[in-house]
Every structure is written in C-alpha cells, then in structure tokens.
C-alpha cells in the first residue's frame, strides 16, 4: 500500500492525527500506538462487525484485555438506551480510567461511542475508525459526540475529541451506494461554505467519485479533513467559525426530526437543507441565485435529493428549527451564504420569510 497521509488536529496538549490510507486496518503497527492502557472496548454494529470487527481485534493484539459490543445498525439506536448498554461493556470490563473505547463504523457509533468515552469515569480515550465516507469527512473529526432524544437529533452529548481517526479507505468499498451518495453531499458542504475551488473540483470529479476512483476519493476526503481539522483547531467548540460546518443542518435535522430519524438519511437531509440555506440566502438577497442553482446541480449529479419530502408541514420544520442548539435566547440563526465558498452567520433572519422558502 502506499504510505498513508497524516493530518492533525493542532490542539495542543492534546492534538491528534488523522491517519488516511487504503488497506490501514491491515496494518496495525500504524494505529495501535493510538491506545493507551490495557483495557479495549471496540463498539461497533451488526454490519459493520461482520466486514471488519475481526481485523480490528486481530490488530489489537493478545496483550490488550480487548471486549466487543456489538449493537444494531441504524440512527433509531444512537440512544441513551444504547449507551447504557456500553456503560455495561464497559464495567463488565472492569475498564479503567486509562481504557480506551474504539468506535468502528458510520457517524452514529463514532458520536455514541465518543459520548459513552466522554461519561465513563468522566472521561477515558478513544479512537475512531469510520467506516462510512460521511464519518470519514466529517463526524469523526471534531470531537462531537451525541446521542438522539425523541425530541430531537443530538440533544444529549459533550466535546470530547479521540485520540486518533484511522481512516482505512478501503472499508468504502463495501459501502452502500446510497451512503456513498450521502457522504458527498458533506464533502460538498466544504466547498460550498468556504472553499470555491474545491467545489469546482467537485464539479470536475463528479462522475470519478461516483466511481469510487480511489484517487478522486482519497482526494476529496484528505481536503476534507483538511478543512475541518482547520476549523476545529481554530475554534473548537463553536464559539465562532466551527458554526459554518452546520451549513444546511438546521433545515436538516429539522427535516430528520420530522420525517423519523430513518426516513431520509442525515445526508441527503443535509443536501436539501444546504439548498434550502441558498435558496433562502438568494430570496433576501444576499447571494446570487445562480449559486443556489449551481448546488442544485452538484447535488443532483451526486443523485441528492433537491426538494422538500411531499407532504412537509412548514409550520412542524419550523417549530423543530427553534430547538437547534445555534439558536440564542430562542431567536433564529442560520448559516446562509454570500454565494459558492462564503458561508456565514445570519443570526436577524426573519421566521417569515424561512416560512417561505419552507413553503415552496
Ligand atoms: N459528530 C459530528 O460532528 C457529526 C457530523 C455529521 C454527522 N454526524 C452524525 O453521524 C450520523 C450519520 O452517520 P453515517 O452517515 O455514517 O450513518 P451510519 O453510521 O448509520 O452508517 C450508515 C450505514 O452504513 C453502514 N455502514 C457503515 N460503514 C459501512 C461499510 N464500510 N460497509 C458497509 N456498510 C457500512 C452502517 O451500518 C449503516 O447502515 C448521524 O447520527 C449524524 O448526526 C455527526
């Protein structure tokens, strides 16, 4: 294999890297160092376990007291129910407060993993291995963690960041195209908040990535991480900057609320959503609405979604987008955009004219 590429995540004390290469859960004397203590908890779901538990385990080595839980695959799990479950891993374990958990899988074991790492014993380390180009790009770089409530998406959680992100680019071969298609509409993300010529790229590699040519995919994910490891290290818990990475995720969550947590996957609601911040942002004049349209079609060639589900209630998404955690003192805000590669806060957005565009 080639040599992997490293990128960190500069937080002082307690950076960490990025590790992105094909073929890297076969080669464990890269990623091992990543653990500290004696106790390993790997969480993972029943799909993903079936393709890559074993190697994972296997690189662990016999000298570690390694446990696995298994839990199953889907958003509707990403609980405090499912975390009680890791809690009891882990004191079955008998597991330290030098333990560390590994999260092996998409961005809904990386965030609840991450969050039972953040509670056990106020605080133990962990390792990312995603497994879905969504958690690659994104979910498992930063340091978020979350669980769902019925009342809302990630609600309950804290920064917590891992130790190392192990990005094996191999995994995404056996991923689902529909997920594919969903971890790009985050890619897009990058270059539609604050990297123009990426997103020409994009528009240039469309049909490579939809072909998982490995090079326009290695490519896309190390600009990536590239982007947000900038971003998390400039400001890392959102105090500023990191809310342009929400761009389209207050219309999303919104729309994933709505339509049941597995309805719409938290990408292609992430796509209508960013349209939706553009559509809007052209609407009060803002951005040119040809950048609106120029998302539309990136999207659409990535085969996104580009329009509300039939039959969304206005009124309901609204409601839901004054629960999203950007909002302060319960006033709106968003983050719209002056157009490709200028994303920004707009925190005097009028709920009228949301309506509107929610409406259409
Ligand atoms: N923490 C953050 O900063 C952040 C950012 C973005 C999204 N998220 C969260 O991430 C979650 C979405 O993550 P996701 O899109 O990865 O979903 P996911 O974890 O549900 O994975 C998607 C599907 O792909 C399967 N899968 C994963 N890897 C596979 C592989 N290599 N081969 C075959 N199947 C595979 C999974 O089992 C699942 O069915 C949401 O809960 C969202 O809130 C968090």
Redesign the pocket.
């Known amino acids: 294999m080639n040599e992997p590429l490293r990128i960190d995540v500069e937080l002082g004390a307690r950076r960490y890297p990025i590790w992105i290469g094909a073929g890297l859960l076969g080669q464990p004397a890269r990623w091992r160092g990543a653990i500290g203590g004696r106790h390993v908890l790997v969480v993972s779901?029943d799909?993903?376990a079936a393709?890559?538990l074993d190697r994972v385990v296997a690189g662990l080595g016999a000298d570690l007291a390694v446990a696995t839980l298994v839990v199953p695959?889907?958003?509707a799990h990403?609980t405090l129910a499912t975390s009680a479950r890791i809690f009891a891993a882990l004191a079955d374990l008998k597991a330290s407060r030098d333990a560390t958990i590994v999260a092996l899988?998409?961005?809904?074991?990386?965030?609840m993993a991450?969050f039972a790492a953040a509670c056990w014993m106020r605080g133990i380390a962990f390792v990312q291995i995603?497994?879905?180009l969504?958690?690659m790009v994104?979910?498992s770089v930063?340091g978020?963690?979350?669980v769902?409530l019925p009342q809302g998406?990630?609600l309950v959680g804290a920064f917590h960041q891992p130790r190392a992100v192990i990005i094996d680019t191999g995994?995404?071969d056996?991923?689902?195209e529909r997920?594919l298609r969903?971890?790009l509409a985050?890619v897009v993300k990058y270059g539609a908040l604050g990297d123009a010529p990426f997103f020409a790229w994009l528009e240039g590699h469309a049909d490579a990535l939809l072909h998982r040519d490995p090079a326009a995919l290695a490519h896309a994910i190390e600009t990536s991480c590239r982007s947000k490891a900038g971003i998390v290290a400039r400001d890392e818990t959102e105090q500023g900057e990191r809310a342009l990475l929400n761009f389209g995720h207050t219309f999303g969550h919104a729309l994933e609320t709505a339509g049941g947590y597995g309805t719409l996957?938290?990408?292609e609601a992430i796509a209508i959503g960013m349209l939706l911040a553009a559509r809007l942002s052209a609407r009060l004049g803002r951005a040119p609405a040809a950048d609106a349209q120029r998302l539309q079609t990136l999207l659409a060639r990535f085969g996104l979604p580009t329009e509300l589900p039939t039959g969304s209630d206005p009124q309901r998404l609204l409601d839901l987008m004054r629960l999203d955690k950007k909002n302060v003192s319960g006033r709106l805000r968003l983050i719209l955009w002056r157009g490709v590669g200028h994303a920004e806060i707009a925190s005097d957005v009028a709920e009228g004219a949301v309506l509107e565009i929610l409406a259409h």
């Open positions: 779901n799909v993903v393709h890559y695959d889907g958003e990403k899988g998409g961005g809904v074991i990386g965030d991450g995603p497994t879905t969504l958690a994104d979910s930063g978020k963690t979350a769902d998406k990630n995994t995404l056996t991923l689902p997920e969903a971890g985050e996957l938290h990408g």
